[in-house]
């Protein structure tokens, strides 16, 4: 994998995360748990509650 690759791969990675934290913001307006909010975002409890 060359640098370019790489550089996107963690760029994607990255895009990825941060819909995964609008999602969980989104779920939590919603008044969802946050144990059902990591199942469904794949981040961690811990994340989710900082939010």
Do not use: P, V, W, Y
């Not at 994998?1 to 990255?14: C, P, Q, S, V, Y």
């Not at 989104?26 to 981040?43: D, Q, R, V, W, Y």
């Amino acid at each position: 994998m060359g640098i370019e690759e790489l550089l996107l791969d963690r760029a994607e990675k990255k895009g990825e995360h941060q819909k995964a934290l609008e999602i969980a913001r989104e779920l939590k307006k919603e008044n969802l748990t946050s144990s059902f909010i990591a199942k469904a975002t794949k981040l961690a409890i811990e994340k989710i509650e900082k939010l």
